[in-house]
């Protein structure tokens, strides 16, 4: 039979190897509970858009676009605009009024043409003239920041001009805060010139800049959507790039 020292030593050993095995199991599993809650809280915060390839025949003919509650939903998550200009699209820049006030930083940027997209009196009033000393060709929409006011009457003009300024970059598309207006008219053009689906120019755009346009531009931009898509070939199906 073992003396009481051996066993006692036994046991002390046998006890050191279980508090190991129990920090170790603690350590592993608390590991894996905050790499799972830091995955949860990113999910939270990640905008719900995924999809940022540009769309196919195969994929299209899957799409459909989304309902403006959605597409609402996938804008609720907080996105910085990231200051006054930010490049959206390659030579493509979505600004504020104060980066479009700014001749000296259009400048150095290099902008060649500016779509204001709260051209007026009663807006952001600067005009060809206020450009004058630059060389930059400008292009003015009278549009208010209003649910009720038809912008989509300038989304073909407009994306055909931005087509065309392209040739000769960089272009700035502008309005009062780059949030609304200019982002309207910036995500026509994508989905027009580009063959993006709403969701695809909304995620494209939306990496660089935090837009939210309001919800009478989005429900134009819908409509489009819903055209563009029909034009092309597309069809009903699943929605499958709106993760909600």
Not at 40 to 62: E, G, V
Not at 113 to 129: E, L, Y
Not at 160 to 182: D, E, F, T, W
Not at 208 to 217: A, D, E, K, L, Q
């Amino acid at each position: 039979m073992p003396s009481d020292s051996v066993l006692n030593d036994t046991f002390h050993h046998f006890a050191r190897h279980r508090r190991q095995a129990y920090w170790s199991e603690k350590f592993i599993f608390g590991l894996l509970f905050r790499m799972a809650w830091d995955s949860f809280k990113d999910n939270l915060l990640r905008p719900r858009i995924r999809s940022t390839s540009r769309p196919t025949a195969s994929s299209q003919s899957k799409y459909e676009t989304p309902s403006l509650g959605e597409i609402q939903h996938s804008l609720w998550a907080y996105k910085p605009c990231s200051g006054n200009v930010n490049e959206v699209w390659p030579n493509l820049y979505i600004g504020d009024l104060y980066i479009a006030q700014d001749r000296e930083q259009l400048r150095q940027m290099g902008i060649t043409h500016i779509v204001n997209a709260a051209a007026g009196r009663f807006h952001i009033n600067t005009g060809a003239k206020y450009y004058k000393d630059l060389p930059i060709d400008y292009y003015g929409v009278e549009a208010d920041d209003d649910p009720n006011f038809n912008l989509s009457i300038y989304f073909h003009p407009a994306a055909r001009y931005i087509r065309a300024a392209l040739n000769s970059p960089k272009v700035l598309v502008h309005c009062a805060m780059g949030i609304s207006r200019s982002a309207t008219l910036v995500l026509a053009f994508l989905m027009i010139c580009e063959n993006m689906t709403l969701v695809d120019a909304l995620q494209t755009v939306r990496e660089h800049r935090g837009v939210c346009p309001n919800s009478g531009f989005l429900n134009q931009l819908r409509e489009l959507d819903i055209r563009l898509v029909k034009e092309r070939g597309g069809g009903g199906g699943w929605r499958n790039a709106l993760k909600l």
